[in-house]
């Protein structure tokens, strides 16, 4: 899927899109734990409540739709925090151009750095969601311009800044940086 062939589409049964998410390897992708649990606890919903989509940047159809067979929630998950997930295939992913593992970071992101965004949440607060991928170059910022900015900031997290309605929205969560 172009640039981005390691991001997914984490949806219902019925194919509605969730969550983004970011495949690991053969068997595993990563995603936010928030889209996969039930409510706000940490119990996440039976993997065949879920499938995604692979290798394609329309989030409706070609590429591959994979059954899961297990999802496991960090055990420190509480609200933001520790908020991953990895959801395991029910069957092996085989490597494409449009199938590839992320690659993945080996430091920290500096502030001030460029962060590549991409899924297909809401284009703006509210709006609609994109049946073709979407991606953006966002800012990083370091946790005290983010508790700044917010009122709120850990260091386990990456904070980015972007312009209003110029960022990530509902369904993006989970995807790659």
């Keep these: 899927i172009g640039n981005f062939p390691w991001q997914v589409s984490l949806q219902r049964s019925d194919g509605s899109h969730i969550c983004g998410g970011s495949i690991l390897n053969e068997?595993?992708?990563l995603t936010a734990?928030?889209?996969?649990v039930v409510g706000d606890g940490v119990e996440p919903y039976p993997p065949q409540y879920f499938q995604v989509r692979v290798g394609s940047i329309q989030r409706t159809v070609g590429g591959k739709l994979l059954q899961l067979k297990n999802i496991i929630v960090n055990k420190s998950y509480?609200?933001?925090l520790n908020d991953v997930a990895l959801l395991e295939l029910?069957?092996?992913?085989?490597?494409?151009d449009n199938i590839k593992p992320i690659e993945l970071a080996d430091s920290e992101v500096p502030s001030g750095e460029d962060v590549i965004v991409s899924g297909w949440g809401r284009l703006y607060t509210g709006g609609p969601i994109p049946h073709r991928l979407q991606w953006n170059t966002l800012k990083a910022i370091s946790t005290e311009e983010c508790g700044k900015a917010i009122n709120w900031g850990y260091d386990s997290l990456i904070c980015l800044a972007h312009e209003q309605n110029n960022g990530v929205c509902?369904?993006?969560s989970g995807g790659p940086l």
């Design 78 to 80: 509480r609200n933001l």
């Design 170 to 172: 509902n369904g993006d």
């Design 90 to 96: 029910e069957e092996p992913l085989v490597w494409t």
């Design 33 to 36: 734990a928030h889209c996969v």
């Design 27 to 29: 068997r595993y992708i």
